[in-house]
């Protein structure tokens, strides 16, 4: 079965960075579109950045644009999300999620999901 684990959260000052990794087991990462989900408290559940399988298509929410890089090393079946210029508004659990799609195309949904990891940015 799908399996994927995030990892890298911690608590950082405002403008400081993270990066998280989302490592795949148990299936062929690589055919796979990735994507990464923040849910903050009292908020519903929003998409930060997903892409594709082959890393030809990528999108970012618009609060996160110039911010966060979203990258992939297929080899390694890891998933990245790089944040710089971290600001409070970022506080959230940061999921990963996989959905199985045709190379360059993003997903509607995500049906594979990780545990979540922690981020809060604070003074």
């Known amino acids: 079965e799908v399996q994927i684990v995030e990892s890298g959260g911690g608590s950082v000052q405002p403008g400081g960075s993270l990066t998280l990794s989302c490592v795949g087991s148990?299936?062929?990462?690589?055919?796979?579109?990735m994507s990464w989900y923040r849910q903050a408290p009292g908020k519903e559940r929003e998409l930060v950045a997903d892409?594709?399988?082959?890393?030809?298509?990528?999108n970012y929410a618009t609060s996160v644009k110039g911010r966060f890089t979203i990258s992939r090393d297929d080899a390694k079946n890891t998933g990245y999300l790089q944040m710089n210029s971290l600001k409070p508004e970022d506080t959230a659990v940061y999921y990963c999620a996989a959905q199985q799609a045709p190379n360059g195309l993003l997903p509607r949904d995500y049906d594979d999901w990780g545990q979540g990891t922690q981020v809060t940015v604070a003074s």
């Open positions: 892409i594709t399988g082959d890393g030809s298509r990528i």
């Open positions: 148990d299936f062929t990462f690589s055919a796979y579109a």
